[in-house]
């Protein structure tokens, strides 16, 4: 007889790094137990009492020490960032070295945001000042492994507080690899614990919102950022979360066709479509939307699919099975509903979905309304201006969006759009200093720009009388 032994119900204590290309293990790190996080942030919190008390500017200094090595380290770095989460080699290696190489300007720009203000009127001197708030919790996605650490850890650190980092459960290896040459720069400088990484799951993160920290910094679902806002609320914590999106590309009659189909293809397929602001939905004039789609097709029909190591691939897998199952599910009740698959719309092998380009949509399909995050792009047409304003509005989600079109009608239409974030026949990534910006349910707050920087401090007033003149 053979006796069989029952699963294990002890809790983990490793979390494994799977690549979701190969389900090959790249590697692991011990899960921070729950009950241990009140005692990490209280560390944090001891450390974070020095740690304040050092100048602006000697904080920009210290952490200005790790950008050598995060610098030498950036195409390791990279790599790991595909071997964890799926996106091609050069993408991964492009994240880490723009990390990397925008570091330093980051850390510049963050400590001209914070430095006071000195603001007066005819009987009052004040200076306006950004002081630290204590300890902050930074959650982040693992989509943007390194960038969404560095926009989030940055100005929460260069503010004066103490943090408390973790990574996405999918990535931990990129979460501790980054953070590495900047806790040992602080450690050499006398501030231990002042950076500190845990790893866990949405467990983690639930426990560390409700510790005793002062700021969450999320980045993330939706619903996580509903839930984390709802715990936040008990002792009004500061939250700063950048959450979904569910971005609308609006193609005008006047459009360059084949440019806009190019974006289309760029920003509905890249890091197969697992981007916050990738296009989710295409609303193309009908007196050009055929000549459009079939543009689509041809451009997604060349994107080849593959694990991002290999070389010129352009689409990789899916981050995990789960991820892979909804975009499925989406895919498939839209056909169920009377959609038309134009390319892909099956399961490709383990983690993959092959670029699909669907049509015959209409706004009550859930995968209208509901986040895709997978390689689907989903057009339909509409009559005229007003039509195509309504239907790129009507969602809870309102992160990024694009028009493309004649330079005046398609500013005209971006103008009249909801979203935080729009491009006229571009992206929707703004210059230099602007936020990245949210509007509706895509975020509460912002982050980036001397008004984005500045949601990591305590913003505080020190006045004093004027002097009377000749006193
Ligand atoms: P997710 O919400 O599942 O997880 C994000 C992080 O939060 C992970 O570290 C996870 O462990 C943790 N977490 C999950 N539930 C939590 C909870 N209730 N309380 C505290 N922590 C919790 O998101 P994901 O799948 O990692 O990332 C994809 C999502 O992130 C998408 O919705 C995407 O649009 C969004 N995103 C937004 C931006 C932006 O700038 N707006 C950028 C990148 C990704």
Partial sequence: MTTVTPPSTAPRTVLESVDPATGEVVGAVPITPVESIPAVVAAARRAQVAWSAVPLEKRREILAR??????????????????????????????????????LEDLAEIARSLAPIDRSDARTCSQLRFDPLGVAAVITPWNFPVLMAQDSVLPALLAG???????????PLVGDRWAAPIREALRAAGHDEVLQVVHGDEAQGRALVRADVDLVVFTGSRAAGADILSAAAGTLKRVVLELGGKDPLVVLADADLDAAAAFAARNCFRNAGQVCVSTER?????????????????????????AGTEAGVAVGPMVNARQKAMVLRQIEDAVRRGAKVLLGGTAGEGNFVPPTVLVDLDHAMPIMREETFGPVACVMSFRDEEEAVRLANDSPYALGGAVFGSDARATRVAERLTSGMVGVNRGCGG?????????????????????????????????KTRPSEGA
């Fill in 66 to 103: 790790a950008a050598e090595a995060l610098s030498a380290d950036s195409s390791a770095l990279g790599t790991l960032v595909t071997r964890e989460m799926g996106k091609p080699l050069p993408e991964g290696i492009g994240e880490a070295k723009h990390g990397a190489s925008a570091y």
């Fill in 161 to 171: 507080n103490a943090i408390v980092f973790k990574p996405s459960e999918e990535t």
């Fill in 282 to 306: 295409i609303y193309v004039d009908r007196a050009v939307s055929e000549r459009f789609t079939a543009l689509l097709v041809e451009k997604a029909r060349g994107l080849r699919q593959g």
């Fill in 431 to 463: 210059a230099e200093g602007t936020p990245w910006v949210g509007a509706r349910q895509s975020g509460y707050g912002f982050r980036g720009g001397p008004e984005g920087h500045r949601q990591f401090a305590q913003v505080r007033v020190i006045s």
